[in-house]
């Protein structure tokens, strides 16, 4: 191998080494299994490999990234391929403490709440809520209008307000770990 190559695997290697973790999370909130969102990391990473080279300011591909995992999300959504079921015989987590259990109980009905909107709306609150970008922003990563995703955020929104009920009054989200 020449020393371009070594040099270009050397920095696509760093970046996946800072960016994973990050990627990870944001790929839970996307499908809700950290299995699919694996899957999902690892697909966002081979379609960034690919276009690694061709990429300017490696330091600078949140942005970029964010969008190709979001892409991938909802194409793959559209061909039923995050529907698939894996059972085990056991959670590999330990018991949690009872304070945890009361803050992993809220995550898990907001995670249910989520998984009940389609995979657009769950992607747009995604992007306008966990990422904060703009209806702009959200609207070019969707590829669709500005306002198709003012109209899909207040649905998305409504129906999971109706779908948490007093969970949204309490003072601590489950999302606050952000």
Partial sequence: ???????????????VIGARPALRRNAFLLVGDWH???DLVQQTLITLYRRWEHLDQ??????????VMVRLFLSDRRNHRWTRERLVDSTPEPEPTPAEAARIEDRIVLLDALATLSAKQRSLVYLRYWEDLSVEES????????????????????????????????????????
């Fill in 1 to 15: 191998m020449n020393s371009v190559n070594e040099g270009i695997e050397e920095g696509f290697a760093r970046y």
């Fill in 36 to 38: 699919a969102a694996d």
């Fill in 58 to 67: 490696h330091d600078k591909l949140s942005g970029y990234t964010r969008t």
């Fill in 139 to 178: 609207a070019r990563i969707m590829n669709c209008s500005s306002s198709t995703v003012r109209s899909s955020s207040s649905r998305a929104l409504r129906i999971l307000r109706e779908r948490l009920g007093d969970l949204t009054d309490r003072q601590e989200s489950p999302l606050s770990g952000h």
